[in-house]
């Protein structure tokens, strides 16, 4: 088993698909941090000098705040429209690494040789396996590389409440990291990132065992994220503590999310997914 499992990981994390979407992310990151370091860094030190011109007995001596690091990071930015477009893209750029591979083997005939080797069991899990982690990284990377360019010159300190440049109020989740641990915040809310861009990829590999054609493997976990976002939400907003679609945002757009809503809802969602492949798989026929 962990033969198969490594060679399926060598294999995901070769492929152009996996590359591609790297750089989609480091392209996404690049242009964010850039635009924030232009439009909101620099006019906020453009603010401090005028502030500090002031004399003493001017009403808005002293009135500025420093920019601080989650106003800049990718997950919490929120004067650009880039965070935005990356969380609504994030279901794409999850499955384009490894997403469709099983489908291709199908075609090609090699899964008929695994599956004589070593069984549907053991190449099924291992090709999950490899699709969850590639879908992962694809996610985690991007976020990790925006904490680190921002902590190169914006300070890794919590937002000051009375400034009014944070986005959570008292009700919204892990709010005390969030002011008071900016880092750990952002960690936390990558490792939630990682597990849904897995979740995300692993659709596609159930989709193998429904549809024959690529581009719908591809397209369909973003159809269902953005159905997540735009029609459940706005339906059922009572709910979205369990939406997936409105809980990855590390801004916290709605003050409902809970970490019982999204370990409860990530349990379910995974074993649903397992439950969809052996559905899907177990009776494909391959001679």
């Not at 001017?58 to 990356?86: H, I, M, N, Q, V």
């Not at 990291?177 to 597990?195: E, K, Q, S």
């Not at 997936?244 to 409860?264: E, H, R």
Request: aromatic content about 16%; proline content about 3%.
């Amino acid at each position: 088993m962990c033969t198969i499992v490594k060679t399926e990981m060598k294999k995901a994390f070769s492929t152009f698909g996996f590359w591609f979407s790297l750089l989609l992310g480091a392209v996404t990151c690049i242009l964010q941090s850039l635009w924030f370091y232009k439009h909101v860094y620099r006019s906020n030190l453009s603010m401090l000098a005028y502030v500090s011109g002031l004399s003493n007995e001017d009403p808005k001596y002293g009135e500025w705040y420093a920019t601080r690091l989650l106003e800049g990071w990718l997950g919490c930015e929120s004067y650009s429209s880039y965070k935005s477009f990356f969380l609504l893209v994030l279901p794409l750029i999850a499955v384009i690494p490894y997403g469709i591979s099983l489908l291709q083997e199908w075609r090609s005939g090699y899964v008929m040789q695994m599956l004589v080797r070593c069984g549907r069991k053991q190449y099924i899990t291992a090709k999950s396996i490899a699709v969850f982690l590639s879908g992962g990284v694809v996610i985690v990377v991007p976020m990790l590389a925006s904490l680190i360019v921002n902590l190169s010159y914006l300070p890794a300190a919590g937002i000051d409440m009375l400034s009014m440049q944070g986005q959570l109020i008292d009700r919204n989740m892990w709010v005390n990291l969030y002011y008071d641990f900016p880092v750990i915040y952002a960690l936390c809310y990558t490792i939630v990132l990682f597990f849904y861009g897995g979740i995300y990829a692993i659709i596609s590999v159930i989709c193998t065992g429904w549809l024959d054609n690529r581009f719908a493997i591809w397209i369909f976990p973003l159809m269902l994220h953005c159905m997540l976002n735009y029609g459940v939400y706005n339906l059922f907003p009572e709910i979205s503590a369990y939406n997936p679609a409105i809980f990855l945002d590390p801004g916290q757009t709605v003050s409902s999310n809970t970490t019982f809503g999204i370990v409860v809802t990530t349990v379910v969602i995974l074993a649903v997914e397992g439950l969809l492949l052996w559905l899907s798989n177990r009776r494909r026929d391959f001679l």
